[in-house]
């Protein structure tokens, strides 16, 4: 009932807000390698394979997450037995035989725990994760025996695996960590390539084996005499079950909004009235505030940016006319709309920034265009572009910084104040 609660609560989480922080599912299949006790020389346990869905929602806090994995894996199992599946004597018939369908060491697993991301290029990111849960273990159940009918009819077990009775219904405790490189082909599917280490702790393992030897060479009655007198010997074994597995699969990203993605309304300003109405209007006469050109935000520090703008146009308030604030990201030299914004007279706006959205060469371009009540624009002339620089992390931002800017970021903090209204008496007047 515990597990059930947990689990509950962790969905809730990963249902609040999910336009800041996206969710990843990611789907892989692995191919794993037993390792320490978990080996061919005590569990007879040879290389196997998995697959799962990791369900992670990524930055609750800065580069941390919380991820889900629900997964299954499947290890091959194999006892060589030094009895010969058949005897060189025309007279004497017998044969190894196999009986039974699970081979297989088998598990369910679901975990639940922290993971980490970094972006190490626009498109590459590392990926870490360790998640501890539950597993339900399937042992393997199969037996080796021969039938021998010369001189009599009888049957002697080889080598027999079965379910521990007291271990039927456990459920283990399990650990997996590993890490993943994820490479974006858009902004919302990926392809990733990583490796894990999985523990599940406390696996008991019984079996049955005579450690017969013969060369097959034998007279019947010397095969027969051996194998009556070799002693069914059962040895238990108790370990935990270590593998390292290799994985690949693809990402797919939901939610996180676009590039712009959480818009904040601060402070409407009233329209500017005049007794002399005029029609003409002049575009130039919008006056960019702030960010100015090659502003930086560092998101790591200040996740957001402020714009503002003034209008010194004469105006009539019949005319009614508002703004569009717009935003571009630009790919092969071309501008390209990611979000805009319908202010009516607004002039002041606080933007939350994505930072799992692409800003292509670290930049974000923004313009105003007056429109009018139908927002249709009436601007003859082309409009300004704007160009704020966006950055991860301070390291980021010393690298990619142009030179006028780089003393700032390596000898002052970042100011979480950077794009702050100006005062009353500071704003330009019409």
Same mark, same amino acid.
């Given at each position: ?21 996206? %969710? ?24 196997? +394979?998995? #697959? ?22 499947? @290890? ?59 597993? $339900?273990?399937? @042992?393997?159940?199969?037996? *080796? ?10 049957? &002697? ?21 590993? +890490? ?13 390539? #990583? ?16 450690? %017969? ?10 095969? *027969? ?19 390292v597995n290799g994985t690949v699969g693809i990402a797919i990203t939901i939610g996180g909004g676009s590039n712009p993605q959480v818009? !904040?309304e601060e402070e409407p300003d009233i329209p500017i009235t005049t007794n002399e109405p005029k029609e003409e209007y002049i575009c ?7 960010? #100015? ?10 996740? @957001?940016?402020?714009?503002?703008? !003034? ?11 508002? *703004? ?9 030299? /071309?501008?390209?709309?990611? =979000? ?8 002041? &706006? ?8 692409? *800003? ?11 429109? =009018? ?33 780089? /003393? ?14 100006? $005062? ?7």
């Amino acid at each position: 009932m515990k597990y059930i609660i947990i689990f509950v609560f962790v969905l809730n989480v990963f249902k609040t807000n999910a336009q800041q922080n996206p %969710i990843q599912l990611l789907p892989d299949f692995s191919l794993g390698q037993p390792i320490g006790a978990f080996s061919n020389e005590t569990f007879n346990t040879k290389n196997g +394979f998995g #697959g799962g869905l990791h369900l992670e929602k990524q930055n609750l806090w800065k580069v941390f997450g919380l991820g889900l994995y629900a997964g299954y894996h499947s @290890y091959e199992t194999d006892f060589s037995t030094l009895f010969p599946n058949q005897v060189n004597d025309p007279n004497f018939t017998s044969s190894v035989l196999f009986q039974g369908d699970n081979l297989n060491w088998k598990s369910l697993q679901l975990d639940i725990g922290p993971t980490i991301n970094f972006n190490l290029t626009q498109n590459l990111q590392l990926q870490g994760f360790t998640k501890a849960g539950i597993a $339900k273990v399937s @042992y393997p159940e199969y037996r *080796y025996f021969v039938d021998v009918s010369t001189p009599t009819t009888e049957q &002697f077990t080889l080598f027999e695996a079965n379910t521990p009775n007291e271990t039927q219904s456990n459920l283990n405790f399990m650990m997996l960590s590993g +890490f993943r490189f994820n490479y974006k082909l858009s902004n919302t599917l990926g392809i990733h390539i #990583g490796a894990n280490y999985t523990h599940i702790n406390g696996l008991i393992h019984t079996y049955t084996s005579r450690d %017969i030897q013969i060369t097959g060479d034998e007279s019947p009655s010397v095969l *027969y005499e051996t194998l009556q007198n070799t002693p069914e010997i059962t040895k238990t074994y108790e370990c935990n079950i270590n593998t390292v597995n290799g994985t690949v699969g693809i990402a797919i990203t939901i939610g996180g909004g676009s590039n712009p993605q959480v818009v !904040i309304e601060e402070e409407p300003d009233i329209p500017i009235t005049t007794n002399e109405p005029k029609e003409e209007y002049i575009c130039e006469r919008v006056i960019y505030e702030a960010p #100015g050109y090659n502003d930086y935000v560092v998101l790591s520090e200040t996740p @957001y940016a402020i714009f503002e703008w !003034i209008d010194e146009n004469p105006r009539t308030l019949k005319e009614d006319k508002g *703004y569009q604030l717009l935003f571009y990201i630009k790919e092969n030299g /071309e501008y390209k709309e990611v =979000d805009k914004r319908i202010m009516d007279f607004k002039r002041r &706006f606080k933007i939350g920034l994505n930072p799992n959205k692409p *800003y292509p060469d670290n930049a974000l371009y923004w313009k105003i265009i007056p429109v =009018d009540d139908n927002e249709s624009e009436f601007c003859p002339e082309p409009t300004k572009m704007m160009r704020l620089l966006v950055f991860e992390n301070a390291n980021e931002a010393k690298k990619r910084l142009p030179e006028c800017l780089k /003393e700032d970021v390596i000898n002052k903090p970042v100011d979480t104040n950077f794009f702050k209204k100006p $005062k009353s008496n500071e704003k330009k007047k019409n």
